[in-house]
């Protein structure tokens, strides 16, 4: 019997579990490897994603990973793809399919991200492909007068446009909308632009006819901008974070799987932990996390192919932490 697609959906944000999100594209993965000294070839974003996907044991805490387009094409040095390699751990393949964003016209530092043309074709590939899930993820920045109303629809529209597509071709849209910690604001400024960012979004998603249970958010944490002078604590960004999900996000959307977004490793799961300390909520609260997952397993790593147990043990080590923040027993 094949899955549906809201089984995928609740597969995902299984309890104990989340998504790792290694879907960074080359500009991205080039920076990542920058942070080790390496430079980025086709030959060693393979072996870093082999190490990092082939981590025995990897579906005890991760229920799916994102993949990105190079990585989704490439073979292991068994000669298995890599949806292969996941599915035989359990773990469900995912894809990034936004094309990145790009400069609005007319909105002096608003970006919106593109993609939507031929957007049909390339999920339909994906699916053959293997992917189960996708996402797209737009970029929102708190600044003078940002974002625009202008900025937040177009990006909202392109979510549900994305979403929609994603739905026709079987695979469950993650709906990505990133508002950046970058910034002097505050933490209040923060929960009031993700709360109208939020709102568009669903209005757009049902204007768009997407199937919520079919779907799921990942969204920032409500977070003080990087250079503000505001310290809360993680009860009070956990208390803001979910009074703000609470208020936009409807409850037949599976799950909420937060995106790290530049936080430490450590900020990301001890945050994640005090919003379950939140629970009961309507939807599952989980991570997607980039960043905060893969930052030990690279530095571990260091590009040698002796070190790849210890990258492996350091993976298992993160995702087993933020396993523990599902269920509020995180302990650092
Ligand atoms: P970070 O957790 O590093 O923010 O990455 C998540 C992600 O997928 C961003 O699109």
């Known amino acids: 019997m094949s899955t549906t697609s809201t089984e995928t959906a609740r597969a995902l944000v299984a309890p104990g579990k989340g998504i790792l999100a290694a879907d960074e594209s080359n500009p991205t993965m080039a920076k990542r490897l920058a942070t080790i000294g390496l430079e980025s070839t086709a030959d060693r974003r393979l072996a870093y994603r082999e190490v990092l996907l082939t981590t025995p044991g990897l579906g005890e805490h991760v229920s799916g990973v994102i993949l990105y387009d190079e990585t989704i094409r490439q073979r292991t040095g068994e000669g298995l793809t890599f949806p292969e390699v996941l599915e035989r751990a ?20 608003e970006v919106v991200t593109q993609g ?91 204007d768009h006819r997407v199937r919520l249970d079919a779907s799921l958010l990942k969204p920032n944490m409500v977070l003080p901008g990087t250079t503000s ?74 590009g040698e192919a002796s070190h790849a147990e210890a990258a492996q043990a350091a993976l298992r080590h993160r995702a087993r932490l933020n396993g523990a923040a599902r269920r509020a027993s995180y302990t650092p």
């Open 90 to 109: 359990g773990v469900v393949p995912g894809i990034k399919v936004d094309a990145g964003t790009t400069p609005l016209a007319g909105f002096p530092d």
């Open 116 to 206: 939507l043309d031929g957007l049909r074709v390339r999920l339909a590939e994906y699916a053959a492909l293997g992917a189960r899930f996708a996402k797209w993820r737009a970029v929102i920045r708190i600044g003078e007068g940002r974002p625009s109303p202008t900025c937040v629809d177009a990006n909202a529209h392109a979510l549900a446009r994305y979403a929609a597509l994603a739905q026709e071709a079987g695979l469950v849209p993650i709906v990505e909308p990133e508002v950046l910690m970058d910034g002097p604001h505050t933490l209040e400024t923060c929960a009031s632009v993700t709360a109208t960012v939020l709102r568009r979004v669903y209005d757009q998603l049902a």
């Open 229 to 302: 002078t505001d310290r809360p604590d993680d009860a009070a960004i956990a208390a803001a974070t979910v009074a703000v999900l609470r208020d936009t996000v409807p409850a037949s959307v599976p799950g909420i799987v937060f995106l790290s977004g530049g936080q430490t490793d450590r900020e990301a799961t001890a945050r994640l932990d005090a919003i379950n300390r939140l629970a009961p909520q309507p939807w599952e609260l989980s991570f997607s996390f980039g960043r905060a997952l893969q930052a030990p397993v690279l530095q571990a790593w260091a």
